[in-house]
């Protein structure tokens, strides 16, 4: 599939202040935060790459150098690892700055995801493109990305990811959705953060997407909303009207990494898949001191079925 793709560029929007992960991120990007030993953008560095992607550009903003050292090449560090015989590890850090053509750019101010995806227009020129949020990271048999990729490949027309939501839809852009085939939606409207009780369907987007050019100049003309933000929701509405838009009901686990319970739920998983790790930090989460620390918590369910019979047989 990836020969056939003609998606081989991908935006990466990391202008975002990472309020949520206060004090970390005053002095380092939320996107260099490790899931385990690796730094979330890598993961999602790694799904494009998988799904075919050559050519990345990183949006940054103030504070986010981290992210362009972090793909650059060591020479002190490859140097000294070479020194001490460290071939494996030498060979993944060779690999990061080899993974693909990555080249940053800065959103002056952050305003908005609009406004991000905006920046880099030149440099993606008259072509379908890919975007990938740093926050959502996915665990899927085949990458997200290129789920979406097939998709686009079918109807040559803009590709969003959804998930279906039960609690907290109104943290989302949801989908008013037509069912077309199997997993695949056309997007007949979206509304941003609605409530419960507006909420077109569960269906609720999720930071990958394959955006035709014409969203440069709907996002252009759009402009920046009340909150003073260019909002991508608004500008997809916007194309929606003018060409169609297709839904993916991606296969696979999404981690909100972009808030400090997903990152911890990731961090928890991703350490328990990890070979050199996962079968000792599975002990320890079943080991005495962590359960009682739980039980302390949210009290154990040992504990309520224990009160529970001598409640009965009292
Ligand atoms: P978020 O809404 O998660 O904002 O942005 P944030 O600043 O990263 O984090 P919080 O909410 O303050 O904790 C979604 C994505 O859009 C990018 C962010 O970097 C993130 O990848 N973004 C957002 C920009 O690149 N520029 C912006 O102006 C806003």
Aim: aromatic share 8%.
């Amino acid at each position: 599939m990836n020969e056939r793709s003609n998606i081989k560029k991908a935006i990466f929007p990391a202008a975002g202040l990472g309020t949520r992960f206060l004090p970390a991120t005053k002095s380092s990007p939320k996107e260099m935060l490790p899931l385990v030993d690796k730094p979330m953008i890598q993961y999602v560095v790694e799904e494009a790459v998988a799904s075919g992607i050559e050519d990345i550009t990183i949006v940054t903003g103030r504070g986010k150098r981290a992210i362009e050292d972090f793909f650059d090449i060591s020479f002190e560090l490859e140097y000294e690892l070479r020194k001490r015989g460290k071939a494996e590890i030498l060979e993944q850090m060779q690999m990061i700055s080899n993974m693909a053509k990555i080249s940053y750019i800065r959103q002056k101010e952050p305003l908005g995801l609009g406004h991000a995806i905006l920046v880099p227009r030149n440099l993606v020129g008259n072509q379908a493109f890919a975007v990938l949020l740093g926050d959502d990271i996915i665990d899927a048999e085949v990458p997200c990305l290129k789920q979406l990729i097939e998709v686009y490949e079918r109807y040559k027309c803009s590709v969003i990811a959804v998930q279906r939501v039960h609690d907290d839809i109104s943290q989302y852009g949801v989908i008013k959705p037509r069912h077309l085939e199997n997993n695949v939606y056309q997007v007949l409207d979206l509304v941003e953060k609605p409530s419960p009780d507006e909420a077109p369907s569960d269906l609720a987007i999720i930071g990958r997407y394959i955006l035709t050019p014409e969203i440069f100049d709907v996002l252009e003309k759009i402009g920046t909303d009340k909150t003073g933000e260019i909002q991508l929701t608004n500008g997809l509405r916007e194309l929606s009207k003018r060409q169609a838009i297709y839904a993916c009901e991606f296969k696979g686990k999404r981690y909100d990494a972009g808030n400090k319970l997903g990152f911890l739920q990731a961090t928890v998983e991703f350490a328990l898949k990890c070979p050199d790790l996962g079968r000792e930090f599975a002990q320890y989460l079943a080991s005495p001191e962590l359960t009682a620390l739980i039980a302390e918590k949210i009290g154990s369910p040992a504990s309520s079925r224990r009160e529970i019979i001598s409640i009965e047989s009292s």
